[in-house]
């Protein structure tokens, strides 16, 4: 019997949907846009913060030389270098070497280095710590050890960017959870008024309902799972939009102005199941609000 009720309800929620599916397909793909654009934004924040751990698990220094330094100073550098815990010398890069890097990388501007009278690159050392632990690894205090060298101008290392980027980081998150509710209350705002004109457009057959002596769960119960199937469906557009999206443009790794790999990837299982769970909920708490103020609880 309880079966036969709720497939009831469920038929008469699509019937409704059916019968007024213009609205309800406006009220869709509204709510679709509105949760795509949060899907967006966590494919972005997940594929930054995954990108962050990945080049945070190995530290990269630059070592700058002084100019004028001769081959055996340069030599005893390289010595003390290589003898630093966990590290690997990735190679030097003389004066020359690096500005021919510099004109190659300008391209079709390479000129604009023709009015320089002296090369004003330094030689450099390029230095990877990997497979250690990276939180044994004090890159400031091992900074400013190896400045102390002598014949050694200045050290950069990959850490200082890593720093401001994870701040970078924190800002996005918090930008994301105000993004978030206010995609949220635009979900809500769009189930509730598409329930409150489905109910308008049928009033005088909800009081027939009443006065058939229907209870007032028997009347709500359809518009409930109305609001339920927009805020699902719209959920799935917006997945089916965004892995489109996807699929055209993000399936490659993309190379970022010299640094590591990012691979873009596309939102885990779990993400996906949350967002649709999310269209449901909201959908079902508009519903809520829109016949609130039509019947008594």
Excluded at 181 to 187: K, S, T
Aim: hydrophobic letters at 50%.
């Amino acid at each position: 019997m309880r079966l036969r009720v709720w497939s009831y309800y469920f038929k008469h929620a699509w019937n409704n949907i059916l019968a007024n599916r213009l609205i309800h397909l406006i009220s869709i793909g509204t709510i679709g846009i509105s949760l795509l654009l949060f899907a967006s934004f966590l494919v972005l924040f997940l594929n930054l913060n995954s990108w962050i751990m990945d080049w945070g698990q190995s530290v990269s220094m630059s070592v700058y030389l002084e100019d004028g330094i001769d081959q055996k100073t340069k030599e005893k550098i390289e010595a003390l270098l290589k003898n630093l815990p966990g590290v690997e010398l990735k190679g030097f890069t003389s004066k020359e070497k690096a500005f021919r890097d510099l004109a190659q990388g300008l391209g079709a501007h390479s000129g604009l280095l023709d009015g320089l009278k002296s090369n004003p690159l330094p030689a450099s050392f390029e230095l990877l710590f990997r497979d250690v632990n990276i939180n044994q690894i004090n890159p400031r205090k091992m900074k400013d050890e190896i400045e102390k060298i002598q014949g050694v101008d200045e050290v950069q290392y990959s850490k200082e960017v890593l720093e401001r980027l994870e701040g970078l980081m924190y800002v996005l998150k918090v930008a994301g959870f105000i993004i978030g509710g206010f995609l949220c209350l635009a979900v809500l705002f769009i189930t509730t008024n598409t329930i409150k004109l489905t109910i308008y457009s049928r009033r005088e057959e909800i009081e027939i309902f009443k006065l058939v002596g229907a209870t007032d769960w028997f009347v709500k119960i359809p518009f409930l799972i109305e609001g339920a199937i927009q805020g699902l469906l719209g959920g799935l557009v917006s997945l089916a939009v965004l892995f489109g999206l996807y699929s055209m443009f993000f399936l490659k790794k993309v190379h970022v102005i010299g640094l590591p790999v990012l691979n873009i990837a596309f939102l885990p299982p779990d993400y996906l199941v949350s967002i649709l769970l999310l269209g449901l909920v909201l959908g079902l708490i508009g519903s809520f609000i829109a016949i609130g103020r039509f019947f008594e609880f």
